[in-house]
């Protein structure tokens, strides 16, 4: 699973706007808001993965569903984000998500040299990648 966060500000001219002030986080960030992440940054590890859908905003928070279009609202960056819109909620942000799926079986894949640079287990994400975990 893939995430990226859409932040929006308030100003008094135009409502909520992809506008931010200077010390604001970026228009598309990660969770934290200190890296820059546009949804089109986002790419495959390799040949033996699939994109499972499009981007699509998650509308819910924390199990709960939010208002249509998936916003969360909060006085400001960063803060504690409620799905309800207040009076003095002058930002905003929503999640975006994207599934990716290993379509490899039964073929030797190619990981990187640790050394170079710092990547998740990659047995892990193999193992759980697009598969369904039950109970039993």
């Given at each position: 699973?893939?995430?990226?966060?859409?932040?929006?500000?308030w100003?008094p001219?135009?409502?909520?706007?992809?506008?931010?002030?200077?010390s604001?986080?970026?228009?598309?960030s990660d969770?934290?808001?200190?890296?820059?992440q546009?949804?089109n940054?986002?790419?495959?590890?390799?040949e033996h993965?699939?994109?499972?859908?499009?981007w699509?905003?998650d509308?819910?928070?924390?199990?709960?569903?939010?208002e249509k279009?998936g916003w969360?609202?909060?006085?400001?960056?960063?803060?504690t984000?409620?799905k309800?819109?207040?009076w003095?909620?002058?930002?905003?942000?929503?999640?975006w998500?994207?599934y990716?799926?290993?379509?490899?079986r039964?073929?030797?894949?190619?990981?990187?040299?640790?050394?170079d640079?710092?990547?998740p287990d990659?047995?892990?994400?193999?193992t759980?990648?697009?598969?369904?975990?039950?109970?039993?």
């Amino acid at each position: 699973q893939e995430e990226a966060f859409e932040n929006q500000r308030w100003n008094p001219v135009d409502g909520f706007s992809d506008r931010l002030l200077p010390s604001d986080r970026w228009q598309w960030s990660d969770i934290t808001g200190l890296k820059h992440q546009p949804l089109n940054s986002f790419h495959l590890p390799s040949e033996h993965w699939d994109w499972e859908s499009d981007w699509y905003v998650d509308e819910n928070i924390g199990g709960e569903p939010t208002e249509k279009g998936g916003w969360t609202y909060a006085m400001d960056f960063p803060a504690t984000y409620t799905k309800d819109k207040k009076w003095n909620s002058c930002v905003r942000r929503r999640r975006w998500i994207r599934y990716r799926r290993y379509r490899s079986r039964d073929v030797w894949a190619k990981i990187s040299s640790f050394e170079d640079k710092k990547y998740p287990d990659p047995i892990n994400d193999i193992t759980v990648g697009g598969w369904e975990i039950t109970d039993e």
